[in-house]
T-cell receptor, first 113, second 110 residues
Framework: GAGVSQSPSNKVTEKGKDVELRCDPISGHTALYWYRQSLGQGLEFLIY????????KSGLPSDRFSAERTGGSVSTLTIQRTQQEDSAVYLC???????????FGQGTRLTVV | QKEVEQNSGPLSVPEGAIASLNCTYS??????FFWYRQYSGKSPELIMS????GDKEDGRFTAQLNKASQYVSLLIRDSQPSDSATYLC??????????FGAGTRLFVKA
């Protein structure tokens, strides 16, 4: 596609359920980022994939969060046993790698009730 | 010390004035510097990139970079109410990972 695509756009889930968020980056982009943004707050880095290198998971807030990137393309962010504090917008971005600009998807708004 | 620091604001300027947004970074080997604009409820979008010391102008926007001082700024001339948004500074350093600042909220009063 022309841009970074995220799905779903909105997700409402019950506390304790698992959720999967999907990111389809721009074709050819080797770098992929996941960020979280709570209402009125800045971007919180979660995880970074660069090519075939081991991902930088330093931003994942707990072991309930995990992410994978299959075939160097699509990425899935999984949150297990969701909590109310997980409610936020989850943004995915991709870039050509190196020191290139990042392009953002439209985000997934997660609400845990 | 945060890797990329910005004043959270809000910064309020009257319409037609110059808005000055500042950012400092800690990684001395940083090579690429970006300014993103984020409207409320929207995703960040790139408005300026700069890679070498000095100024880079694009329309009403000017990015300034001083690597010796580890400082990058964004000037918005003739500010308009439509410029009201959060401005994110982003830096790509030695690890190739792009790191974002927390953003500065700008309000342009009509």
């Amino acid at each position: 596609g022309a841009g970074v695509s995220q799905s779903p756009s909105n997700k409402v889930t019950e506390k304790g359920k698992d959720v999967e968020l999907r990111c389809d980056p721009i074709s050819g982009h080797t770098a992929l980022y996941w960020y979280r943004q709570s209402l009125g707050q800045g971007l919180e880095f979660l995880i970074y994939f660069q090519g075939n290198s081991a991902p930088d998971k330093s931003g994942l807030p707990s072991d309930r969060f995990s992410a994978e990137r299959t075939g160097g393309s699509v990425s899935t962010l999984t949150i297990q046993r969701t909590q109310q504090e997980d409610s936020a917008v989850y943004l995915c971005a991709s870039s050509l790698g190196g020191h290139s600009q990042a392009f953002f998807g439209q985000g997934t708004r997660l609400t845990v009730v | 010390q945060k890797e990329v620091e910005q004043n959270s604001g809000p910064l309020s300027v009257p319409e037609g004035a110059i808005a000055s947004l500042n950012c400092t970074y800690s990684d001395r080997v940083s090579q690429s510097f970006f300014w993103y604009r984020q409207y409320s409820g929207k995703s960040p979008e790139l408005i300026m990139s700069i890679y070498s010391n000095g100024d880079k102008e694009d329309g009403r926007f000017t990015a300034q970079l001083n690597k010796a001082s580890q400082y990058v700024s964004l000037l918005i001339r003739d500010s308009q109410p439509s410029d009201s948004a959060t401005y994110l500074c982003a830096v790509s350093g030695g690890g190739f990972k792009t790191i974002f600042g927390a953003g500065t909220r700008l309000f342009v009063k009509a």
